[in-house]
């Protein structure tokens, strides 16, 4: 039986009783709990109508007729045999291997077309950092924010609150996550 929030039996305890292997602890509840008694009545009445609904079977041959409707997939063995799978197969084989053989004999202009790659992207790289940078020095504010960013002082005193303030949060979101320690009174769970 589950003591916390409420100590009524569970769904867990119910399906104990039903196959006799409820707890001790369940028990005592139950001889005085007159709800849970009511909700066991109510279960066994339920658990008694659907004994009586009829069983409903299928036709003779109904597994039959679903089958012959039913298109099976080839295994996929069998699909990559057809000519033109295994033609797509090998033109593939044959264009990596070409690949290969190519770069073998051509490494030096490999490396000087991965050398200008590199250079280009980092070419780009600085340009949009230098950009963003002129941006943002460009806006009105920015002469505000290096002013008060002049000061070691205020900055220390920012990012002190800043480690507060964080501390804090982390402290509130454990406590909010954390069950009661005790059973909450006229809660509905």
Do not use: K
Not at 46 to 66: H, I, M, Y
Not at 114 to 136: K, P, Y
């Amino acid at each position: 039986m589950r003591q916390w929030p409420i100590n009524h039996l569970t769904a867990d305890d119910l399906d104990a009783f039903h196959s006799a292997s409820l707890s001790v602890a369940a028990r005592e509840h139950l001889d005085e709990c007159a709800e849970c008694r009511t909700l066991i009545r109510q279960d066994q009445a339920l658990l008694d109508a659907l004994a009586t609904l009829p069983a409903f079977e299928p036709s003779p041959g109904f597994a039959n007729r679903v089958m012959a409707r039913v298109a099976l997939p080839r295994p996929a063995l069998a699909r990559w045999r057809e000519p033109r799978r295994i033609a797509l197969a090998a033109s593939v084989v044959v264009a990596l291997g070409a690949s290969i053989l190519w770069s073998l004999f051509n490494r030096s202009l490999l490396l000087s077309w991965l050398d200008q790659s590199a250079t280009e992207i980092g070419r780009a790289l600085w340009l949009g950092v230098r950009v963003v940078a002129a941006n943002l020095t460009e806006q009105p504010w920015f002469a505000g924010l290096r002013g008060f960013a002049s000061s070691s002082a205020r900055i220390a005193l920012v990012g002190g609150g800043l480690l507060i303030g964080y501390g804090a949060a982390v402290y509130a979101l454990r406590r909010l996550l954390l069950p009661p320690s005790r059973p909450v009174p006229h809660a509905d769970w």
